[in-house]
Every structure is written in C-alpha cells, then in structure tokens.
T-cell receptor, first 114, second 110 residues
Framework: DTAVSQTPKYLVTQMGNDKSIKCEQNLGHDTMYWYKQDSKKFLKIMFSYNNKELIINETVPNRFSPKSPDKAHLNLHINSLELGDSAVYFC?????????????FGPGTRLTVL | KQEVTQIPAALSVPEGENLVLNCSFTDSAIYNLQWFRQDPGKGLTSLLLIQSSQREQTSGRLNASLDKSSGRSTLYIAASQPGDSATYLCAVEEDDKLIFGTGTRLQVFP
C-alpha cells in the first residue's frame, strides 16, 4: 500500500531525448510536488500543483513540463535532455496548501543523461 | 531569500550516545519545520513536523525543538542505534513550498 509511488526508479538516456516520469499518490491529498536532488544531495522544489492547478514554478527551464491529469497524479515530462538534468527527482504530496501540512515523498527517480 | 543550514555536515558516533543535530534558517516567517531522514538510494521519510506555534515535538527516541525567533531547530536522538545511520534533513515551509537544509550525514557504529 505505497503512499507515493514513482516510475521508473531508474532512467538512463542520451542527451537530446525526451522522457517522462510518473507519480501517483493514494493518500487523497490535494497538493503534489516535484523536487530535484542534485549530485551534492541538495533538494530543491521545482513545481507544486493543487487540485490539478499549477501553484509554483520555481524558475525551471520550460523543457520541463509537469502535467496533472487528476489530483492523484503528477507527471513530469522533460524535453531535449541535457547532461545537467542528471539528478534524482522526487515526487511528494501533502493534504493541502500552506501551513502545518506534512509532506510525504516518493522513492525517487534517478535520471542519468549520457 | 530563505537559507537553511545544518551542522554538523557529518557525524560518526558509537552506539548508545545521545545526539543533537542542528538546523538554522535565516527568515523566521515560516509555517512549519519538518525533519526527514534519507537512507542511501532511498526517498525521504518524515520524522517530525513542528508547527510555527509549537516549541517541540516528540516521537519515540526523537525530540525536535523549534525557536522561530532565533531561526533554530534541533533534533535530539536519544540512545542512538546503528539503524539510525542515515542523512537527516530539515526543511522549512514558506509560500507553499519546502526549503531544505544541506543535511547531516549520521553514522552510528556498534
């Protein structure tokens, strides 16, 4: 009974390719997020969606396009992959927006761009 | 701009010791502070959430305190065990997002 799940767990691809990462939560939460953890293990917010509506876009290149078909899913599509996109991408969810709302994280997707 | 710093960056201790991990943040206008642990190659597990109006939270051998005015939080781990070995991350919530600290890598040896 995984709470926040991501697929795939590992993704190895060539520069210039387009790839997608999927995220699903079964917690009934309204808000979902994408975070990026770089090679120095620093975690940073990329996007936040609330009830399928984009709330935060943290100056991420427009090669990254999140899509939320419903509030239980938040997918991340990346066009024209670059070497610097190599990182671990984490999906997370919380009951709602703003204040005292615990965030729950998925297991991560390790993306390697060659 | 909010900055979150954790010290020490790494810590190696024998089993049984009581530990204190530190987290500091530059802007006190936060909604809450959350402590996570991350095991190698794994996701984040939430340990404790302290709301901005609270001073501390406890869960088992873990106790986290929050002093908003001074921009500090501490995570106290009592009677450490090898299974506590992981990276510990603190994060503050502001404006609909979590801002993470740099992490403390903890190793507890038998």
């Amino acid at each position: 009974d995984t709470a926040v799940s991501q697929t795939p767990k590992y993704l190895v691809t060539q520069m210039g390719n387009d790839k997608s990462i999927k995220c699903e939560q079964n917690l009934g939460h309204d808000t979902m997020y994408w975070y990026k953890q770089d090679s120095k293990k620093f975690l940073k917010i990329m996007f936040s969606y609330n009830n399928k509506e984009l709330i935060i876009n943290e100056t991420v290149p427009n090669r990254f396009s999140p899509k939320s078909p419903d509030k239980a899913h938040l997918n991340l599509h990346i066009n024209s992959l670059e070497l610097g996109d190599s990182a671990v991408y984490f999906c997370a969810s919380s009951p709602g927006r703003v204040g005292a709302l615990e965030q729950f994280f998925g297991p991560g997707t390790r993306l390697t761009v060659l | 701009k909010q900055e979150v710093t954790q010290i020490p960056a790494a810590l190696s201790v024998p089993e049984g010791e009581n530990l204190v991990l530190n987290c500091s943040f530059t802007d006190s206008a936060i909604y809450n502070l959350q402590w996570f642990r991350q095991d190698p190659g794994k996701g984040l597990t939430s340990l404790l959430l302290i709301q901005s109006s609270q001073r501390e939270q406890t869960s088992g051998r873990l106790n986290a305190s929050l002093d908003k005015s001074s921009g500090r939080s501490t995570l106290y781990i009592a009677a450490s065990q090898p299974g506590d070995s992981a990276t510990y991350l603190c994060a503050v919530e502001e404006d609909d997002k979590l801002i993470f600290g740099t992490g403390t890598r903890l190793q507890v040896f038998p």
